[in-house]
């Protein structure tokens, strides 16, 4: 959250005619001066990076109210967010939000039904929530002191506080996706009037008291608003072996100036792969491409939308970032003017970064080539069902742009050509064109040799979608089994290979990009699986073995009474049994059980047939992919058989 210290569903299809005429009026005005690009989507190639669910989400302030959040919450499931992360707000709740730590220091008592409310509404749209343990409660404020001061009692505050909440969601039954302690306890004087010192004791004890509370737990920190603290941070968490799951902290910049790179890349990464940082994600867990929120600010404008499409392009192609938290899903209402830089506005209306992140959420993940010629830019992507281009222009001047669609894996579908520009789809500039509509559409068309042509104004954006009519949506989500964690595994942040797995759709996307040798993994732990699972997998690109560690295979890892005492891999070939790169998960040995597949573009698990005596039901699945040469990827669906 930010004020403080800058203070002191699916796509319509109804076509807008009026809307439309007007446009095109507006647009052949401009063609004249416009630029030429040209642009060619080939949906029969597959490219880097996979356009992944899995990575985005939604940041909040402690200053929505609970009414609001209800209001939203449709909006916010249309965005197919993965995590959502807010403030708690202990000692400074604000609007309709009561004290939730009450009694005294020496008997804190909790009020638990607002903040399960908006944890189901969270759950209920399909995200995981993400509280961040935020301040100091009304009882552990020191005599005339502050919510940002440190708690009076620090152990009251770390070990009976913070996990009372985390016993309360796991009694009853509700998923937390990560328990962050504090934010940005760097902003001196600002969210932490304390020390660094204090801060890293208030980590130690309450990561270990969450984990006491929930062996589960995922726990992240430290929320920095700067840098300095990160070496220090993940020093005491080394030195002291202390939970984390996450390494968090915040940015508002360009996603393209190297800053993020600079400032954190390094902060979790030795280019070792048994550094036990390995398998840590890094969490960009607030962030705005801009960091000028006085309104009006091209944030809420129909510039924004381009700006966060850029941004997201960016964000892709650095697989060493795990999740990124927009800020901010809603505006906040504050004292003072602050933060105006929400998805929705405080009624709840949407703004054009809004429908730009609902035209992400929509795109296949499956990355197609693009050829740009021009000043133009954008993503591609496809499945069976649906082939999207995403363009946008930030040059400075409108594009008159031409574009092909190639390859469309289906024979006739619907077109439709999406905007969002001053006259559509951005409510601040128009509000008579608040939503996303089709400007144009062709219904029942061929799609051999379909393409479209017109003007991209400054800081517009143009989506072009064919599909097949069908409805099939590939995102849907599915319920296979509990998952109690996804894990990543990217020990080396310099290199482009990346590796995600979306809990949601079960479905894992890895790729070497341009590397030739890099070691990455991904997958999930899981209890209540069937008994059969169904492995689809799509690959890509010349794989190699180019030592004794080139790898494309399944892992997965049984658990018993004892804990993880079985592994088994499964492959089609890539595989060698000298293999000695370490298994960050599960048993973390070589495997116990070895079995290769015919086709491993189609196969079958019997998990009860593979799990050794006492299994719990609980296994560690993840996908591997290593040393397989340049260009090498694939995408892997897991269904019940």
């Known amino acids: 959250m930010k004020a403080l210290r800058r203070a002191g569903a699916a796509l319509g299809v109804a076509s ?74 202990w000692g400074n709740e604000q609007h309709d939000w009561a004290p939730m730590v009450t009694g005294t220091a020496a008997n804190p008592q909790y009020n638990f039904s607002q903040v399960d409310q908006l944890v189901d509404l969270i759950n209920n749209a399909g995200a995981l929530p993400v509280p961040a343990l935020t301040y100091t409660p009304s009882i552990l404020k020191p005599p005339g002191g502050s919510w940002n001061n440190p708690p009076t009692n620090p152990s009251v505050w770390a070990n009976q506080i913070v996990p009372a909440f985390a016993n309360h969601w796991k009694q009853t039954g509700r998923r937390i996706g990560s328990y962050e302690i504090w934010n940005e306890p760097d902003l001196a004087g600002v969210f932490w009037t304390g020390s660094q010192a204090q801060y890293l004791d208030l980590y130690r004890d309450a990561s270990r008291a969450l984990r006491a509370a929930d062996p589960d737990a995922y726990v992240e920190g430290p929320a920095l608003c700067c840098v300095g603290w990160s070496g220090p941070f993940v020093n005491r968490v080394l030195s002291e072996n202390l939970p984390l799951g996450g390494f968090s902290f915040h940015a508002y910049t360009d996603a393209t100036n190297g800053s993020l790179e600079n400032n954190y890349r390094g902060a979790t990464d030795s280019g070792l792969t048994a550094y036990r940082m390995a398998s840590v994600d890094n969490n960009l867990n607030e962030y705005n491409w801009t960091n000028d929120f006085t309104a009006p600010t091209d944030v809420i404008t129909h510039r924004g939308a381009a700006q966060m499409l850029k941004s997201y392009k960016a964000l892709l192609a650095k697989p060493w970032i795990t999740h990124v938290e927009w800020a901010q899903f809603q505006d906040p209402v504050c004292p003072s003017t602050c933060d105006v830089i929400g998805l929705l506005d405080r009624n709840g209306r949407k703004r054009a970064s809004y429908n730009a992140f609902q035209l992400y959420a929509n795109m296949p993940v499956e990355r197609k080539q693009l050829n740009v010629n021009g000043a133009v830019d954008g993503m591609a992507s496809s499945d069976g069902h649906k082939s999207g281009i995403l363009l946008w222009n930030t040059s400075g001047a409108p594009q008159s742009v031409s574009a092909a669609l ?226 090498t990827r694939f995408t892997a669906n897991i269904r019940a058989a």
Not at 18 to 27: P, R, T
Not at 408 to 426: E, T, W
Not at 609 to 615: I, S, V, Y
């Open 406 to 631: 190639n390859n469309v894996p289906f024979a006739r579908g619907n077109f439709r050509v999406y905007r969002i520009d001053a006259q559509h789809a951005s409510f601040e500039d128009n509000p008579a064109s608040e939503h996303l509509a089709p400007v144009e559409q062709r219904l029942g068309t061929s799609t051999a040799g379909l393409n479209w042509s017109g003007t991209i104004p400054d800081h517009g954006v143009v989506y072009l979608e064919a599909e097949d009519g069908t409805g099939t949506d590939t995102l849907a989500g599915r319920h296979l089994a509990n998952v109690v964690r996804s894990n990543r595994y990217i020990p080396n942040h310099g290199k482009p290979a990346y590796a995600s797995f979306d809990r949601r759709t079960w479905t894992a996307a890895l790729g070497m990009a341009g590397e030739t040798w890099a070691d990455v993994a991904a997958g999930t732990v899981a209890s209540s699986l069937p008994a059969n699972l169904r492995v689809r997998l799509q690959a890509s690109g010349t794989f190699q073995q180019l030592d004794a560690n080139s790898l494309l295979g399944l892992r997965i890892d049984f658990q018993t009474a004892g804990g993880y005492t079985k592994g088994v891999l499964v492959h089609g070939g890539l595989y060698n049994s000298g293999r000695s790169a370490p298994h960050p998960w599960g048993t973390q040995r070589q495997p116990d059980q070895v079995v290769t597949v015919p086709n491993f573009s189609d196969f079958t698990v019997n998990l009860p047939g593979l799990a050794p005596p006492g299994w719990t039901g609980r296994a560690t699945i993840s996908f591997h992919l290593q040393n397989s040469g340049p260009t």
């Open 16 to 89: 807008l005619l009026g809307a439309s005429l007007v446009a095109q009026s507006a647009q052949s005005a401009e063609s004249a001066q416009a630029a030429a690009a040209t642009v060619a989507a080939d949906f029969a190639s597959s490219a880097d990076y996979p356009l992944i669910k899995s990575k985005f989400g939604v940041f909040n302030s402690g200053y929505v109210s609970l009414d609001r959040w209800k209001r939203d919450v449709p909006l916010l499931a249309t965005l197919r967010p993965a995590r959502v992360r807010w403030e708690m707000m």
